[in-house]
């Protein structure tokens, strides 16, 4: 950190940076990130198990009147509410005649084809099977083991997230022409922050990458990251942030020291199948989780209507350099130029 205290000691979240470099005159990371490195937590990433549950939306996706569909490895999803409540996960095309059911409204708990008028309840219906799904509270999974291809669990890997009704929560979505894997190796390289995003970090020192205890990362398999947040001129807030892989397809910031200690930022890959060009598109699901003691954040709470847009927006920016990354990674990739 430029100040040399650790975040935890701050009485106060902000901070002045007293002696800030430009762009163009920080420290070099590229010798620190060693593709070695990302390949092999990448290679971790890749091995932990899955159970075959992808994230397929938000939990305020799924409304009354229709139903949240995603398309998962060219398998076409869609999810709804039945009579009770209970959320139903199934195939979203028709077994009549192959209607898109994504498109199909919601009525009384029942899915109705908007072709024929076939009506699905949740249960197994006409050759229809439902899927297994879970909501936990801010996302929506579903489990398709055909695609997976692994053991199934339960249920999801969840990360461990900060009480919902305490924190202040937001979904960003996008996607992108890319594998689930860039993504994944774009987040597993926090040495890239402050270089690639000069508007939203500095002062960043990656202080191990799970090669020891001493930051409580190896126990991960995790990067332990000193970074601020810039807010306006040279006001900025330090943190401590832990980055792990818990399954495949998501990536996990965790707030360990400083301002908003135990936040989450939980990214999620999810692979949509090929596009008309047969190029891979992938489905970034982005679930922000802030919490704090401080007073003042339960005036944030109450705005949270207001604070969500501006939370998607701030994390929107981001995705647009990051997408660029790992669209530029498959490219490579696919072509056999990728230096890693």
Same mark, same amino acid.
């Given at each position: 950190?430029? @100040?040399?205290?650790?975040?935890?000691?701050?009485?106060?979240?902000?901070?002045?940076?007293?002696?800030?470099?430009?762009?163009?005159?920080?420290? =070099? @990371?590229?010798?620190?990130?060693?593709?070695?490195?990302?390949?092999?937590?990448?290679?971790?990433?890749?091995?932990? =198990?899955?159970?075959?549950? !992808?994230?397929?939306?938000?939990?305020?996706?799924?409304?009354?009147?229709?139903?949240?569909?995603?398309?998962?490895?060219?398998?076409?999803?869609?999810?709804?509410?039945?009579?009770?409540?209970?959320?139903?996960?199934?195939?979203?095309?028709?077994?009549?005649?192959?209607?898109?059911?994504?498109?199909? =409204?919601?009525?009384?708990?029942?899915?109705?084809? $908007?072709?024929?008028?076939?009506?699905? @309840?949740?249960?197994?219906?006409?050759?229809?099977?439902?899927?297994?799904?879970? %909501? %936990?509270?801010?996302?929506?999974?579903?489990?398709?083991?055909?695609?997976?291809?692994?053991?199934?669990?339960?249920?999801?890997?969840?990360?461990?997230?900060?009480?919902?009704?305490?924190?202040?929560?937001?979904? !960003?979505?996008?996607?992108?022409?890319?594998?689930?894997?860039?993504?994944?190796?774009?987040?597993?390289?926090?040495?890239?922050?402050?270089?690639?995003?000069? !508007?939203?970090?500095?002062?960043?020192?990656?202080?191990?990458?799970?090669? %020891?205890?001493?930051?409580?990362?190896?126990?991960?398999?995790?990067?332990?990251?000193?970074?601020?947040?810039?807010?306006?001129?040279?006001?900025?807030? =330090?943190?401590?942030?832990?980055?792990?892989?818990?399954?495949?397809?998501?990536?996990?910031?965790?707030?360990?020291?400083?301002?908003?200690?135990?936040?989450?930022?939980?990214? $999620?890959? @999810?692979?949509?199948?090929?596009?008309?060009?047969?190029?891979?598109?992938?489905?970034?699901?982005?679930?922000?989780?802030?919490?704090?003691?401080?007073?003042?954040?339960?005036?944030?709470?109450?705005?949270?209507?207001?604070?969500?847009?501006?939370?998607?927006?701030?994390?929107?920016?981001?995705?647009?350099?990051?997408?660029? !990354?790992?669209?530029?990674?498959?490219?490579?990739?696919?072509?056999?130029?990728?230096?890693?």
């Amino acid at each position: 950190m430029s @100040t040399g205290r650790s975040p935890a000691r701050r009485r106060l979240p902000l901070s002045l940076r007293r002696h800030p470099v430009p762009w163009e005159g920080q420290r =070099p @990371t590229w010798r620190d990130a060693r593709p070695s490195v990302i390949a092999q937590a990448l290679k971790r990433a890749q091995s932990s =198990p899955s159970g075959n549950w !992808y994230v397929v939306g938000a939990t305020q996706d799924v409304r009354a009147d229709r139903p949240l569909s995603r398309t998962v490895a060219g398998e076409e999803v869609v999810v709804w509410r039945d009579s009770e409540g209970r959320l139903v996960a199934g195939p979203g095309i028709c077994p009549h005649l192959g209607a898109p059911l994504g498109d199909s =409204p919601v009525r009384c708990g029942k899915l109705v084809c $908007h072709w024929h008028g076939l009506a699905l @309840t949740g249960a197994p219906f006409a050759g229809w099977e439902p899927l297994p799904v879970h %909501d %936990d509270g801010l996302l929506v999974w579903v489990r398709l083991d055909t695609v997976g291809g692994e053991a199934p669990l339960a249920a999801p890997v969840v990360p461990t997230r900060p009480a919902l009704t305490a924190a202040l929560s937001a979904v !960003y979505t996008s996607s992108g022409r890319c594998e689930p894997e860039d993504i994944v190796a774009n987040r597993l390289d926090p040495w890239h922050g402050a270089w690639f995003h000069p !508007y939203s970090f500095v002062d960043l020192t990656v202080l191990d990458a799970g090669e %020891d205890t001493s930051h409580g990362v190896a126990d991960e398999d995790g990067f332990a990251v000193d970074v601020s947040f810039k807010l306006a001129g040279r006001l900025v807030v =330090p943190v401590r942030a832990v980055f792990t892989a818990p399954e495949p397809r998501t990536v996990v910031m965790r707030i360990t020291e400083g301002e908003g200690e135990g936040s989450v930022v939980e990214t $999620h890959a @999810t692979p949509l199948g090929a596009d008309d060009r047969g190029m891979p598109r992938t489905v970034v699901i982005e679930a922000i989780v802030a919490a704090s003691g401080r007073r003042g954040f339960a005036a944030a709470r109450a705005a949270a209507p207001l604070m969500r847009p501006l939370m998607r927006a701030a994390a929107g920016r981001l995705w647009r350099d990051d997408l660029a !990354y790992a669209e530029r990674r498959w490219q490579l990739r696919s072509t056999g130029r990728f230096p890693g």
